[in-house]
């Protein structure tokens, strides 16, 4: 009885199948060829049976070309199509971690913390992709944060720079080489993210997605310059 | 029993047949609601349809489930296999509906912000000039733009430009960071009081919806980042007032303008203005002494440790408290 009624379902399914029938004349269009012998590019790079060396090498390597892309911000997607947050992770750790200042056992002086800058980082590149998606762009949540994180770079180095002559002494000439170093570089950083970032956006709407990732980059860079070693 | 597996299994098709219609459905809707992103313009209309579109049809394929349920058991009720074939597939259909659904709800939000935030960078600036031009024009009903990129990133300013007060305050927060009290803060202020006016607004029968009140408040707070962003840098109190008075007090009576003409009888206008301009005009003046430091203070900051550390100008407390007592009894006086 099921099993009729099995059936009974099951015919109408294929009973249109069994009317078809390709007669040889008629040519099929599209490949059907099944690529069996010919091995895909990607089966060529089997990471199977590399040495762990190789691997890490790799990863390191595609982190530094993309550093090498934002110190010469050219209107390549190289940055855009395979993201990856390592390069901003390192980033950001080191920047925090230059900023903390060494003052953690000493009583709340005020300087950012190191939490206080990851957030800053973090919830920033969010709120900027989030609004740059609801202006319409066209490009995905975490290339656009793998894009920031990066553009974060010209700001380490400042950072870096601002450190080592707060090494050689703090005054008038030690505040004004600051200065010109961390704005020269916060204009490196908002020039690089908006060269990367802009193509994905509706023309008319680029001074809208700049400015947050101005007001991002220069909270950031306000904190480096007023940043003192306690 | 063979034959009830058989059975069994063409059921089970069927519920696989229809899994794959619905998930199809899904994928459609969703892959329409990204082709109408790309157009930007998409009306509220077409969105509260395709909400409508998709209810009707989970709630059909709800039915058509019940149905086939009842018709599985009869077909299955011997065929344990079966039952649990049909107990593994439910699992996994109410699973991948679960995430479906979510999936859908996340792109929907998104969506469903997304005409708010279609606006010209000429549109934008244009909004920010007449926010602090007050019309008076009270009978007819003023038109105030239902957009938040605008106030957003305003708030988002004034972010910062407190984060940057407090630095220079030396303001120390315990159990809290200096991030977080600013952005609480500053949404707190945004989200807060267009709710509470909002409220007022339906109790005194303004037209007013809850979009264009966060709009109307947000383009409102321009005036507190000019204000709070000269006085952080120069520190006069004459100037302060100066610019509390002039700037704060412009964007505020814009606000009021155009509350006014949106609200119909004196004392409902009355109560609904006299409370945002009071807690606006406020709100400002505590931005400001809450977060307010001498004039050496950023020096020092940037001169580094070597320097004495500052002395705090021993700063007129009563003269302040004095003023801050004014205004707030010009404000009640405003109000009353």
Redesign the interface.
């Known amino acids: 009885m099921a099993a009729s009624e099995g059936g009974v379902d099951g015919g109408p399914l294929f009973a249109g199948l069994a009317d078809v029938s390709i007669s040889g004349d008629i040519p099929v269009e599209g490949e059907i060829t099944v690529p069996v012998g010919s091995r895909s590019p990607d089966e060529d790079y089997s990471t199977l049976d590399e040495p762990v060396k190789d691997t890490i090498m790799r990863d390191l390597k595609a982190v530094g070309k993309k550093f090498v892309h934002v110190m010469y911000p050219k209107k390549s997607s190289a940055l855009l199509r395979d993201w990856d947050l390592w390069g901003p992770l390192v980033l950001c750790v080191s920047l925090a971690l230059m900023l903390q200042g060494g003052s953690a056992d000493s009583k709340d002086d005020g300087g950012p913390q190191f939490a206080e800058v990851f957030v800053i980082i973090w919830f920033g590149a969010v709120v900027i992709t989030l609004n740059s998606k609801l202006l319409g762009g066209t490009i995905s949540f975490f290339q656009s944060l793998c894009v920031l994180g990066y553009c974060i770079m010209p700001l380490t180095v400042a950072m870096l720079v601002c450190r080592l002559v707060l090494l050689a002494g703090s005054g008038t000439i030690s505040f004004i080489i600051r200065l010109i170093v961390v704005v020269a570089m916060f204009g490196w950083s908002t020039l690089a993210s908006t060269a990367f970032l802009a193509d994905s956006q509706p023309p008319n709407r680029k001074g809208l997605v700049v400015y947050p990732i101005f007001l991002f980059y220069f909270v950031i860079s306000w904190m480096i310059l007023t940043f003192t070693p306690q | 029993m ?3 597996a ?5 059921g089970t ?2 519920d696989w047949g229809g899994f794959e219609d619905n998930m199809q459905g899904g994928g459609s809707a969703v892959i329409d609601m990204e082709n109408m ?2 157009t ?1 313009g998409s009306s509220f209309e077409d969105m509260g349809e395709m909400h409508q579109r998709m209810k009707e049809e989970e709630e059909e394929e709800g039915e058509t489930g019940a149905a086939e349920d009842e018709d599985g058991e009869f ?1 299955g009720m011997k065929g344990l296999r079966g039952q649990l074939g049909r107990q593994v597939a439910d699992q996994m259909w109410q699973v991948g509906k679960r995430q479906a659904t979510r999936a859908f709800s996340l792109y929907a939000n ?1 969506d469903i ?2 005409p ?6 000429i549109q ?1 600036r244009a909004r920010l000039m007449e926010s602090m031009i007050p019309v008076k024009m009270i009978n007819f009903p003023q038109k105030i733009a239902g957009e938040l ?1 605008g106030p ?2 305003l708030v ?2 004034l972010v ?1 430009i407190l ?2 007060g407090m ?1 220079t305050s ?3 927060i315990r159990e809290g ?3 977080g009290t600013a952005i609480g803060t500053c949404f707190g202020y945004w989200l807060g009081v267009s709710s509470f006016i909002y409220f007022l607004a339906y109790l005194c029968n303004a037209q007013i919806t809850m979009v264009q009140m966060l709009s109307l408040l947000g383009y409102g707070l321009f005036g507190h980042c000019i204000t709070l962003f000269v006085t952080y840098n120069i520190h006069f109190h004459s100037l302060f007032y100066i610019f509390w008075l002039g700037v704060g007090g412009l964007s505020t009576l814009r606000m009021v303008a155009v509350l006014v003409s949106r609200t119909v009888g004196h004392t409902q206008r009355l109560i609904l203005c006299g409370t945002l301009a009071a807690l606006h005009m406020l709100f400002l003046l505590y931005l400001h002494f809450a977060y307010h430091k001498v004039v050496e203070g950023i020096l020092d ?6 320097m004495p550390p500052f002395q705090r100008v021993a700063r007129d407390i009563p003269l302040v408290s004095n003023a801050v007592l004014n205004t707030t009894a010009k404000a009640i006086a405003l109000t009353l």
């Not at chain 2, 708010?116 to 960078?121: A, C, G, R």
Request: cysteine-free; charged content about 20%.
């Open positions: 063979s034959a009830a058989g059975g069994s299994r063409s098709a069927g992103d790309d930007s077909l998104i912000l997304r708010y935030f279609d606006v010209e960078p934008v990129y957003l990133m988002f300013t910062a984060l940057h630095k030396d303001t120390i960071t200096l991030m900051t940037l001169e580094g440790p070597n």
